[in-house]
């Protein structure tokens, strides 16, 4: 028995040791932000259409006769693509534009088809640029539409965010605008062992990606160009050190119990057998 106490004794402190560590204040959003009457401009980036993008494109004109000339434009797309639901209770953006889900699909190549103007490249334009260039093919090609004019909308503009946040997953947005705090408060907010001054932002431009990093505690986090976020923009929230110390002492934790057990087994079944 005494090697059991002894055992136990010897246990004990090396649990309280991995159990107690040094509690350091987090810091909260926008810390180190003081109040000021100063106008903050806050850089916000234009979208331009990536692969895989939904879009809405409708087109009118002046005509005396809309329902005939402009039908043969708004003909509805043969992609039909649902979104997937949204995080927060926001409506999907498919729901937000109408009854119909249906949109122009960007493929793995940038193009969309569209009624009566065929293959269009449509990939790194922005939608002012596009609707330059459906009103410039209309009129190469028509001559009954008058003073055309074209809208058009994301339909599928969403983000996701993972790590250390409420519920992890996509986040569907009905406009086309949305900032990190934002996406992160739609994300249920970072957890008391999320890093709040090391947020990663993963962003597809032309291609190629690139990882942003941002302190949502700082004094230059409207600055930043990842304050505002952009369509398929992934955010990722790592774990802090003290959540990793909890980790690891949970295993040493299992481990030590694991060891007591089996050092109290066998000294029962020394002392049944002596």
Known sequence: MKFI???ILFAFPVILLV???TQQKAPYYLENVSDTSSIINTPFPE???QKNDLLSIQVYSASTQPQVSDAYYNLP????VSTPGSIGGQSSAGSAAGSSNSGFLVDVNGNIEYPRLGTLHVEGLTKLELADLIKRKINEKDTV????SVIIRFLSYKV???GQVGHEGVVNVTGERLTILEAIGLAGGITDYGKKTDVKVVREIDGKREVGTIDLSSKDLFNSPYYNLMQNDQVIVYPTKQKQRMVDQSVVIQRVSLALSIITATAFIYNIFK
Request: proline share 5%; with cysteine; glycine share 0%.
């Open 5 to 7: 106490r002894h055992s």
């Open 19 to 21: 159990s107690c560590a």
């Open 47 to 49: 979208l331009h259409i």
């Open 77 to 80: 797309s043969t992609s039909s």
């Open 145 to 148: 539409l008058i003073n055309p």
């Open 160 to 162: 996701i965010v993972l």
